[in-house]
């Protein structure tokens, strides 16, 4: 396990992580190492360990700390000394493990040892040109980075869409830096590009930068860093991958989650007609050894190891059959990452056809919640977990829970079915389905043939009838398949409170503030290449809320323009298809261009969604949107 704090649900993200694992960071701690020769390091702050676990290359000599509770202690490996002790050290250099050290640094000079240089962690920082708020040099804004599964081999193409939303915060000029890797983990390429000034779309196509840097063929992974944010510090965006070569393959997924993990979830077993390939990206520049990542059965508690080192920021195709080569859908996987590595993709292949998907963070400070057994009845049902049935006459929708915490031992459940006019028409209760399970519920098994002929939707709810536990963190794959060419998307998210007054912890979940969020602000790209995007807009309510939904459809394009707006309305727990060329005039829609996009609003309820492409080969994608 890499010793590093990365994100903490109560205090979220750690700044510090990103400031060291940042590529430019990691590349001036190794070149600080190689110049450094024997080292004393200082530890006022207590972050030895992921100093020296992102860049083991210093030869440490002894391990200083100035808090005497914290002598004899041992960081990093090495038993900590008192600082009055540095004098004695024979060393080259002394480095002050922190940022803005100026004063500190002037505090150490009557302690160096004879012919000692004093070195701080300001040695490392990104340059001025890179920083949001220059004057603090560990503000989050400073590191609104994430990282993108990038591709262009020939066969598929994939096709970064975001928009400037920081601008609604009162950024002024946003500056996105990226830098690409290949697959053995070299650099590609780097360079820097403006985001338009208002609140306008941004797109990057992988054809486009293959093409502009004479590039051969890649399967990798883009860095992108975003300079001059306001408001929050995640980068979110929208990843379409698409067939180049006249082939029917089309699939979209989202944002990597930028703070690594030790365990993800959902990953599929594959059908017998089936390869599924996980994506593993080193996301550090030092290597992940041997053995250090595993693939485990849900439930088994028997991970089985990858026996091979992966080089710093290189990307490793590892096919689930390696490892276990005879489990099968509907089982599932568990991904234990130690913590090297950030949400990872997975591919799955069948008849020529291939889709993208995503696994989730298994979350390790969960334990069961009685709370939620015991719910006051003004938050209804609780937590729910919506998602599309697609039409059923020409898709087939499937769902397969996925335990999303280490602790979680079974999940008590029950299948609610929908409308689009927001009557319920089914429910199914699931059990209390064990960690292990293999229950996939196809929606075909649980209504009627002529049910739903235009599409509605269908949660998953906690239902105690027979016991269980409950954590909150809910989580399920969603399965679409065309019944008649076959081919599927799939997509993988978490319960939420949805639409009450009353709020329980953090739920019903803002977008930026204290719950309970009310309002919706969804984005939907548009399509390009012939291809038209779609989404599902779902009303959940976990008690009675507005009867009908106002929501606004806002077109707008590539420099932050509205340009039209149309209005729509769903019943309450109903659903409604939205296709832009429905709502808009062929000249907005123009205008608009591939960079322009769909702002969902509402200030009445808040909506979840899915969105995704059709394209005339009879290919389609579809995965849960994103909101800021």
């Not at 949805?498 to 939907?524: H, I, V």
């Amino acid at each position: 396990m890499l010793e590093i704090e990365t994100f903490d649900n109560k205090r979220g993200g750690n700044v510090v992580y990103k400031a060291l694992s940042h590529p430019l960071a990691a590349r001036a701690l190794a070149g600080l190492a190689e110049r450094a020769g024997p080292v004393a390091l200082f530890d006022p702050d207590g972050i030895a360990a992921p100093l020296l676990a992102l860049c083991p290359d210093f030869e440490i000599e002894g391990l200083y700390v100035q808090d005497t509770r914290a002598i004899g202690q041992i960081r990093a490996g090495h038993v900590a000394r008192a600082l009055l002790d540095l004098p004695r050290a024979r060393v080259n250099t002394v480095l002050l493990a922190a940022f803005d050290a100026q004063k500190r640094a002037r505090h150490l000079q009557a302690l160096l040892p004879p012919g000692a240089e004093l070195a701080t962690l300001d040695a490392v920082k990104l340059p001025a040109g890179w920083l949001s708020e220059p004057g603090r040099y560990l503000e989050p804004r400073n590191f609104a980075t994430n990282y993108v599964f990038f591709r262009d081999d020939g066969r598929f193409a994939t096709r970064l869409t975001t928009a400037n939303y920081w601008a609604g915060y009162g950024a002024r000029a946003v500056l996105f830096q990226h830098i690409l890797f290949g697959q053995g983990g070299q650099v590609l390429a780097e360079w820097a590009q403006t985001a338009p000034t208002g609140p306008g779309g941004y797109v990057l196509d992988s054809q486009e930068v293959r093409a502009r840097f004479g590039l051969k063929p890649f399967t990798g992974q883009l860095f992108i860093h975003a300079i001059g944010v306001a408001g929050h510090d995640v980068v979110k965006y929208a990843l379409d991958t698409y067939a180049t070569d006249n082939g029917a393959s089309l699939s979209c997924t989202h944002d990597a989650n930028a703070w690594p993990s030790a365990r993800f979830a959902g990953l599929p077993a594959p059908r017998a007609d089936e390869r599924v390939i996980l994506w593993v990206q080193n996301s550090h520049g030092v290597p992940i050894p041997q053995g250090a990542l595993a693939l485990d059965r849900m439930g088994a508690d028997a991970p089985v190891a990858l026996e091979e080192e992966i080089p710093p920021f290189a990307t490793r195709a590892l096919d689930v059959a390696e490892l276990f080569p005879d489990l099968r859908w509907p089982a599932q996987l568990e991904v234990r990452s130690g913590l090297h590595v950030v949400r990872p993709r997975y591919e799955v292949m069948r008849d020529g056809r291939t889709r993208i998907a995503h696994v989730n963070v298994e979350r390790a400070d969960l334990r069961p919640d009685p709370g939620i057994w015991d719910m006051h009845p003004s938050m209804g049902r609780g937590y729910l977990l919506p998602f599309p049935v697609l039409p059923r006459g020409r898709f087939k929708t499937v769902a397969l829970p996925t335990p999303m915490v280490e602790a979680e031992r079974d999940m008590p459940l029950r299948l609610d079915v929908f409308a689009p006019s927001g009557d319920k028409i089914a429910e199914k209760f699931l059990g209390r389905l064990p960690r292990a399970h293999e229950c996939a519920v196809d929606l075909d098994d649980v209504l009627s043939p002529d049910a739903l002929p235009d599409g509605g939707h269908a949660e998953l709810v906690y239902d105690f009838r027979e016991g269980g536990e409950a954590d909150g963190w809910l989580h399920a794959l969603f399965r679409f398949e065309e019944r008649a060419n076959g081919h599927a998307a799939e997509s993988s998210f978490g319960a939420h409170i949805f639409n009450t007054l009353m709020t329980y912890k953090n739920e019903p979940q803002s977008y930026t503030g204290k719950p309970p969020g009310l309002s919706t602000r969804l984005f939907l790209k548009l399509g390009f290449g012939g291809r038209e995007s779609f989404c599902v807009l779902i009303y959940p309510a976990s008690a009675p809320w507005v009867e009908s939904s106002s929501t606004d459809l806002e077109l707008y394009d590539g420099q932050g323009a509205l340009l039209e707006t149309a209005r729509i309305r769903i019943a309450c727990s109903g659903s409604r298809m939205v296709r832009p060329l429905r709502h808009f005039t062929p000249a907005a829609l123009k205008a608009a261009g591939e960079t322009g996009y769909v702002l969902i609003r509402d200030t009445t309820c808040r909506l979840f969604g899915f969105h995704g492409l059709e394209n005339e080969a009879g290919g389609f994608s579809l995965d849960h949107m994103f909101g800021f």
